[in-house]
C-alpha cells in the first residue's frame, strides 16, 4: 500500500512535471518516506525524474517544440554541472535543507510574480539570435542549473522554464520543452553517479519511474494542446505551490 501510494504520487508529479516543472518536490517526500538516506533519496528520485523527463522530451520532440540550438548547447552544460553536483551530494551525505528550501522558496516567488506582472511574456516565441553570447548564456545556465539539480533537485524544472522564456524569449511551450530535454541530460548524468555511487534503491525507484513517465506524457500532450497561455498558467500554480512547500518545510 506504501509503494500504491507513492507511484500514484508519481503519476501526478510526472504529468505536473512536464508542463511546468516541479515535480522533485512531489516525489522527493515521498521516497523519503521509506527512511532512506539522502543521497539514496536522491538516487532513487533521479530515476523517477529521468523516466518523465525523458518520456516528456520526446512528446515535445516529436511536435516540433524544442529548439535544439539553445536547448542542446544548456542540455551539455546541464549534464556536466549535474555530475558535479551528484558528486557533492554523494560526498557531503546530507545537505542543508533548512537553508536550502528556503532560500530556494523564495527565488521561485520572485519568478512567479515576475512573471504575474509580466502576463505578454511567454505567450509567443521571439527567440534570441544563437550567436556566441547566446550560446554562451545557454551553457551557463545549463551548468549552474545542472549542478542544483544533481545536488538538491527541487524546481529544476521550473527555474529552466523561467530561463528558457525570460533569458531566451521562447513561448511557454517551446521553454516547456527545451527545459525537458536539457532537464534529461542533466537527470541522465547525475543518474550515473548516483548508480555508480550505489544509491539507487531499484525495488522503488521502477515502479515509481514507470508511473512518472505515464503522467509525463499526460502532461505533454495538455501541454501542446492548450498552448502557452495555458501553460503559463500552470505553471504559476506549480511555481507558487513549490514555494510554499519549501518556505513551509524550512520553517519547520
Do not use: Q
Request: one cysteine or more; a positive charge; proline letters at 3%.
Amino acid at each position: 500500500m506504501h509503494l500504491a501510494v507513492c507511484v500514484a504520487v508519481a503519476f501526478v508529479a510526472g504529468l505536473v512535471d512536464a508542463m511546468a516543472g516541479g515535480g522533485g518536490i512531489l516525489t522527493i517526500p515521498a521516497i523519503a518516506t521509506f527512511g532512506f538516506a539522502i543521497p539514496v533519496v536522491g538516487g532513487t528520485n533521479k530515476v523517477v525524474g529521468t523516466c518523465g523527463s525523458s518520456t516528456a522530451t520526446v512528446r515535445f520532440l516529436l511536435r516540433g517544440k524544442i529548439d535544439f540550438a539553445v536547448a542542446g548547447v544548456a542540455a551539455v552544460g546541464a549534464a556536466a554541472g549535474a555530475v558535479a553536483g551528484a558528486r557533492a551530494l554523494v560526498s557531503l551525505g546530507r545537505v542543508d535543507e533548512r537553508l536550502a528550501r528556503g532560500l530556494f522558496g523564495f527565488l521561485l516567488v520572485a519568478m512567479a510574480l515576475y512573471l504575474f506582472f509580466r502576463p505578454a511574456l511567454g505567450t509567443a516565441s521571439e527567440p534570441r539570435r544563437a550567436g556566441r553570447a547566446t550560446l554562451a548564456l545557454a551553457l551557463a545556465t545549463g551548468v549552474a542549473l545542472g549542478f542544483y539539480d544533481g545536488f538538491f533537485g527541487p524546481g529544476t524544472g521550473s527555474f529552466l522554464v523561467f530561463a528558457m522564456v525570460r533569458l531566451f524569449r521562447f513561448d511557454f511551450v517551446t521553454a516547456t520543452g527545451n527545459a525537458k530535454l536539457v532537464n534529461f541530460a542533466s537527470n541522465v548524468a547525475s543518474l550515473g553517479t548516483f548508480i555508480i555511487s550505489g544509491v539507487v534503491e531499484w525495488r522503488v525507484a521502477l515502479p515509481m519511474g514507470a508511473a512518472c513517465a505515464c503522467g509525463a506524457w499526460l502532461g505533454a500532450a495538455l501541454a501542446i494542446r492548450n498552448g502557452p497561455r495555458f501553460v503559463r498558467w500552470i505553471f504559476l500554480a506549480v511555481a507558487i505551490a513549490v514555494a510554499a512547500r519549501l518556505i513551509v518545510a524550512a520553517a519547520r
